[in-house]
């Protein structure tokens, strides 16, 4: 015989979690309905995103070489202060001494004068051997004294300097690690677009790397017959071209690698000549020259709006350069990059 028992009815809560459920998965359905597809990055896309990475990288790599300078600066200026309150403290300590033989005549007296012992550091019996006629005891006092107030005086304001600086210091080493992060996630950002292509891709990008670095290599390109701006524009842009093939990166200086402003720095000092370290502070030395067509060999030559790439130039709308991370010291075109103006050292 069937039964006529009625089937037994879920919990409340069993159909709240149920019902939960249900919505959960239509929702999902919905979102992944009406969601775009995530779209993989063509070559030339990713290119042109590590091209600004690396554009941003440099730009960051110039405020570091920045404050890398001016942390060997203030360390060169500590250095001095602190070398110069060294002597100042014996001279003062020399000037004490000579104060001793001048406060043995009152001590002889019964007293010394009340400002005199205010710098003697041990008992006048130390000084006896130092005596002095009394009728000089006078005039040496007051000048003894005013050597020892002008003494402690420049201590204390060198001192005083050498705090300042080492605040400074503190701030710039900071500021320094800063750049340097902020360098290194850019590179971090490009390379992680750069593992996104496939395996094809990549030595596509590595071949048109390769052919611009081999342009300047084995493949010298025709820089015509512009004379050079001087002797020792000559002598830099010389030592420059020495160094082409030589790796890009950021905060060297040479002798091995380079960044931009590296290599020129660095070019200029092998003719003898001393430039800033920074393509900024480079700007703003010599004689600008407004015009593109006006361009000597070995004159410096600066890019975008906030100069952060400079180079040399090479005669023939050619430009011997640093560029960026992955690339060598090589020759390209002046027109590759937007051109702001030269200077002539």
Known sequence: MASHRRPKQPSRTRVTVLTTAAAAAVALSANA???????????????????KLYEQAEQAT??????????????????????????????????RDGLGSLATAQYRSGGIDSSVQLFLSSNPDDFLDKASTLD?????????????QDKQRELAQERAEATEKLKDLSATRT????????????????QKLLNTLTAKEKAQLAEEQQRANRSS???????????????????AFSAAQ????????????????????GLTSWAYAQAGVSIPR????????????????????GDLVFFYGDLHHVGLYAGNGQVLHAPHTGAVVRYE???NMPFQFGVRV
């Open 33 to 51: 309905a009406n969601a775009a597809p995530s779209e993989k990055l063509g070559k030339d896309e990713v290119k042109a995103k590590v091209d």
């Open 62 to 95: 110039e405020k570091y070489n920045g404050a890398k300078e001016k942390q060997q600066k203030l360390q060169k200026e500590i250095s001095t202060i602190q070398d110069n309150v060294a002597r100042g403290q014996e001279e003062l300590n020399k000037l």
């Open 136 to 148: 000089q005891l006078s005039s040496q006092q007051v000048d003894a004294l005013k050597k020892i």
């Open 175 to 190: 500021e320094l690690g800063n750049k340097k992060k902020e360098v290194q996630a850019k590179l971090g950002e490009a």
């Open 217 to 235: 290599t084995t493949e010298r390109p025709d820089l015509g017959e512009t004379p050079p701006a001087s002797g020792r524009a000559a002598a």
């Open 242 to 261: 020495s160094k082409i093939g030589s790796p890009y990166v950021y905060g060297a200086s040479g002798p091995s690698s380079f960044d931009c402003s």
């Open 278 to 297: 920074t393509s900024e502070a480079q700007a703003n030395i010599g004689t600008r020259i407004g015009s593109a067509s006006q361009l000597q060999v």
């Open 333 to 335: 075109s002046i027109n």
